[in-house]
């Protein structure tokens, strides 16, 4: 479960004092699956590090409840380019068994149909792969909330299409909470059972959508549904109405 | 390209005769590349120097006779391994020193300004000009050569360790938060070992240099020493025969060394690699 509870954030530094967030209060229920969408430079990563704990709020608190794992924007850097797959799975399991840690590994690669590449170092697989091996690590660490901060912004659209069937299977096979943040919007109606839309910055929760599509989802059906056409439209305005509030100043 | 066709792909590349045979050429090419000009020369000098009667430039052919006679005896355990042994131990130092140093300047940017301009004028010094002044205090066997290596050593090591580790990626150092994972352990030396090696590569010619100098200027073994009483006692052919072998030693510790840094840093080299295609 994760509760944010009238977070704020200011940048002051330089002399130049930016406020990134307003006042952010939503919670994300137990094995929910919420996705954060907003205009470009509404401050999401800076939700995500105050969430992560990598960043101190200015006011307001950001609570996780259990273990938790992120999945980072950019994984070919978040993955450490000295280790081989399976040492980059391992790496956060260190208090385990050797024989704990290698079924963890592998249980967690198979999960992500990276096996094969156990032996391979990040740097000699495609991006989306590594995008994989980085799901494989958060995967293996066994968190009860798992926040992912626009993980397939930078991967191509076919890559990105089973990106996001993936993380539709981990989040039912694992039970975890998970907090998506993206810019996509139909990745963000395609993916949660919520979104949360965020303002412009300094921003604010400008709408919270239930996404009640039926759990079963796939990239063709789904996204023809009525009802999904509908959703994107919601989303859509309130991000347009977030950008001209801004332009006016409000 | 799937990852599996990718794996066999590679594996059979390597593996058939084909690939064997042209792997071997590749390989004879490189080392005729790197040993044509050295043979070459050699060749040039014996004959050159042939039937040479300059008491100074005796003949190669007597230079090798002197170099088997000198240095195939008592002089390599007398001599060359306590000169070996001294740089192995002061080089050893600099770089756990350098190392240990330059990750804990390099971790805080306060340390880093405040402890700045003392390293530079420190290592602005000369190390050579530190042999006497040690003396004074350190007297004139190994524990003040090994302090002399030391003190010219540790300076790239150290610097090129604190950019190394100031560059280090932030999504890195962020993921360790997140995971529990211990930076000093498992990031900051690694991220750094690049610059590190570039530092320790000048460290050891630096440390080559320093062995001799230490031993020329007061000892009463070692490399430097015999040199100079092979000098002093007109014994030319032995002195150019020390010239010969200093020169030998540095060419393999370079090689010991380019072979420590393919390994250690086999990922990065690899990872250089894949950022250019």
């Known amino acids: 479960m994760l509760i944010v509870d009238r977070l704020s954030k200011v940048y002051d530094a330089h002399g130049r004092r930016v406020e990134a967030l307003a006042d952010i209060t939503f919670s994300v229920g137990e094995g929910e699956f919420a996705c954060v969408v907003g205009p470009s430079g509404c401050g999401k990563t800076t939700l995500l590090r105050c969430l992560a704990g990598l960043l101190t709020p200015t006011s307001g608190t950001a609570t996780v409840h259990g273990k938790l794992a992120v999945v980072f924007q950019e994984y070919g850097r978040s993955l450490f380019p000295w ?3 399976r ?13 704990e840690r290698q ?11 990276l096996t094969d590449a ?6 000699q697989l495609s991006g989306g792969m590594q995008q994989r091996v980085a799901i494989a690590r958060a995967i293996a660490y066994g968190p009860r909330v798992l926040l992912m901060d626009e993980p397939f912004a930078a991967v191509d659209a076919q890559t990105r299409a089973d990106l996001e069937d993936l993380i539709r299977d981990v989040w039912h096979r694992l ?4 907090l998506f943040i993206t810019h996509d919007i139909d990745e963000s109606v395609y993916l949660g059972q919520r979104v949360i839309v965020l303002s412009s910055a ?8 239930a996404i009640d599509l039926p759990d079963e989802r796939d990239q063709l059906t789904t996204r023809g549904d009525a009802r999904f056409v509908e959703f994107r439209g919601r989303v859509y305005a309130h ?12 | 390209m799937s990852i599996t066709s990718r794996a066999s792909e590679l594996g059979s590349s390597l593996r058939t005769p084909y690939a064997l045979r042209r792997r071997a050429y590749a390989a004879a090419k490189r080392v005729g590349i790197w040993l044509g000009l050295p043979v070459a020369l050699v060749t040039a000098w014996w004959f050159a120097s042939a039937g040479s009667t300059d008491f100074y430039w005796p003949s190669l052919r007597r230079i090798m006779q002197a170099f088997a006679e000198t240095w195939f005896g008592p002089r390599l355990v007398e001599d060359v391994l306590p000169s070996l042994a001294r740089l192995a131990v002061g080089y050893a130092i600099a770089l756990l020193l350098g190392i240990a140093l330059g990750v804990a300047i390099g971790s805080s940017v306060r340390t880093r300004a405040v402890t700045e301009p003392a390293l530079e004028f420190l290592r602005a010094i000369p190390p050579p000009i530190l042999v006497p002044v040690i003396m004074l205090f350190a007297g004139i066997d190994d524990g003040m050569k090994v302090i002399v290596i030391v003190f010219g050593c540790i300076w790239p090591i150290l610097l090129n360790a604190v950019e190394g580790v100031r560059a280090t990626d932030e999504v890195l150092t962020d993921t360790c938060r997140v995971y529990g994972v211990n930076p000093l352990r498992h990031l900051i030396v690694r991220a750094a070992s690049p610059q590190i090696m570039t530092g320790a590569r000048q460290a050891l010619s630096i440390g080559i240099i ?15 020493f015999t040199v100079v009483q092979f000098q002093r006692g007109f014994q030319i052919p032995e002195m150019w025969s020390g010239v010969l072998l200093l020169g030998l030693i540095g060419v393999t510790l370079a090689a010991i060394f380019r072979f420590a840094e393919h390994k250690i840093l086999g990922w990065y080299h690899g990872s250089r690699d894949a950022d250019r295609r």
């Open chain 1, 83 to 85: 280790l081989r797959v």
């Open chain 1, 175 to 178: 039970g975890v909470t998970l």
């Open chain 1, 103 to 113: 079924a963890k590994v592998d249980t967690a690669l198979a999960a992500v149909g």
């Open chain 1, 87 to 99: 040492d980059n799975v391992g790496l956060p399991l260190k208090d385990l068994s050797k024989k």
């Open chain 1, 239 to 250: 991000i347009q109405k977030a950008k001209r509030d801004h332009a006016r100043g409000t």
């Open chain 1, 118 to 123: 156990a032996g391979a170092y990040p740097w």
């Open chain 1, 202 to 209: 300094p921003s604010r929760v400008a709408e919270n959508i």
């Open chain 2, 210 to 224: 320093l062995m001799v100098i230490s031993e020329m200027v007061a000892a009463s073994s070692g490399l430097g």
